[in-house]
């Protein structure tokens, strides 16, 4: 890769420190989003039936807050890698071939991912919502919670790759000392995820009974686990 020009840099738009090197849209970026899209729409045709009656309009309803749920969470991964890709504009192969397989995660991941966030909403409401959810089995939710541990282990990996990626090219693309920094955040931010995964992958293997439920609450950690990292990151941070 040609090392990004002076020129080229100093046309770049500038959000929070960071040089905005890839806000025209690549085809890779193009494919990305357009995957997530449809990601998003099976979420939505995954319901079994259009309701015929107002009592099933009703009914169906109960899975609003578990659809909602969802949508953001995979939202919230595409805005990770659009994010990604308007700091860095990377077409390198490494990157497309991340690009891609983050995109086959998602299509494998969203049903789990709903699977969990009803299981979740039926639990609160006692019932009352997520009606597709009921009478799971020790080894059913040993299952879920597996499948879904392992869903963002992988989702890590590909993260911390696409990171360390960007980074092996810090000189091409003329990446600032605050730029390197904020990089090697977001690593240290994807590893607490991959490690947290892997906790929850191990007690949903190793644990039984209502153990097993934790398999899922450990993600509610992460909210401290950041907020933490980001307190003591901050500390030693360059200026932007």
Partial sequence: MNKLSQPFLDSCNREQGFIMRGENMTRIETFVDAAFAFAITMLIISVDEIPSSVEGLLLSARDIPAFLASAIQIGLIWHWHSVFSRRFGLQDGKTIMLSMALVMLVLVFIYPVKLVFMGLFS??????????????????????????????????????LLYQNALSLRSSLALTEYEIYVCKTELANWMIIFVTATISLSIAQLASGLWITWAGFIYFSLAFSARILKRKREKGAPAP
Avoid: K, P
């Fill in 123 to 160: 639990w609160i409401s006692s019932g009352y919502l997520s009606t597709g959810v009921g009478g799971m089995q020790e080894s059913d939710l040993t299952a879920m919670f597996s499948y879904f541990a392992i869903g963002f282990l992988v989702l890590s990996t590909i993260s911390l």
